[in-house]
């Protein structure tokens, strides 16, 4: 089971930004699309946004525009910015790698937006 550290999150006020990193192993990596999930409470997780290996990049609509994911290869980390952030963001941010072997999951990063 692939293991994946998630770093960042926390509380920010609305109209902020915050940065979210995950890494895992270079294997893994390298043959994963790497991507950010999100669960708030009551609602069921959704994808927030993915880059696969060939860095092509898939964004929910409610963060297009204001959260950016990359991928740093040589890091073997995956940054999520999200930038003007709001309350609706507020949740648990999970990192997902998936690739043609599975799917892991971090335990999660929590994410609260608020005044």
């Known amino acids: 089971q692939a293991q994946l550290v998630e770093s960042g999150g926390g509380l920010m006020q609305p109209g902020g930004s915050l940065r979210l990193s995950c890494s895992t192993s270079r294997n893994i990596f390298g043959i994963s699309t790497m991507g950010w999930y999100r669960q708030a409470p009551g609602k069921e997780r959704e994808l927030v946004a993915s880059?696969?290996?060939?860095?092509?990049?898939n964004y929910a609509d409610s963060v297009k525009g204001r959260f950016t994911i990359s991928r740093d290869d040589a890091r073997v980390t995956v940054i999520l910015q999200m930038n003007d952030l709001k309350p609706e963001d507020t949740a648990v941010y999970y990192c997902?790698?998936?690739?043609?072997?599975?799917?892991?999951w971090g335990k999660g990063t929590l994410v609260t937006v608020s005044s």
């Open positions: 997902n790698a998936n690739n043609a072997w599975g799917n892991a």
């Open positions: 880059i696969s290996n060939t860095r092509r990049r």
